[in-house]
């Protein structure tokens, strides 16, 4: 499968946008997908799991309670909406897919990845 993440921009904290992740196949409602974000001189660190069907998501404690992850299976597509953003949250986000199956914050967890999309959140 193939991932494209698009959405990104800059925002004023308190602010919000909505990332979006494409994927390719018809395969797409057998991958539980990730979200997952990079800071400059930062380690990659997960922000959000969804599952394959959209029943179950799983939040970082960073972003618990602001962020929701959704999907629509019949349009390929995965959604963060992102609120009350803060400048913490500046980051390049990348969309991942793994196999269905139990829940993972792990990177290496995750087959595929899309290509990124900066996130800029100002003071």
């Known amino acids: 499968v193939q991932l494209q993440a698009f959405g990104g921009g800059l925002v004023q904290a308190g602010g919000s946008l909505r990332l979006s992740c494409a994927a390719s196949?018809?395969?797409?409602?057998?991958?539980?997908m990730g979200w997952f974000r990079q800071a400059p001189g930062k380690e990659r660190e997960f922000v959000a799991h969804?599952?394959?069907?959209?029943?179950?998501?799983y939040y970082a404690d960073s972003v618990k309670g602001r962020f929701i992850s959704s999907r629509d299976n019949a349009k390929n597509t995965v959604y963060l909406q992102m609120n009350i953003l803060k400048p913490e949250d500046t980051a390049v986000y990348y969309c991942?897919?793994?196999?269905?199956?139990?829940?993972?914050?792990?990177?290496?967890?995750?087959?595929?990845w899309g290509q990124g999309t900066q996130v800029t959140v100002s003071s």
């Open positions: 196949g018809r395969t797409f409602s057998m991958y539980d």
């Open positions: 991942a897919a793994r196999l269905s199956g139990s829940y993972s914050y792990t990177a290496s967890e995750y087959d595929y």
């Open positions: 969804i599952n394959w069907n959209g029943a179950s998501t």
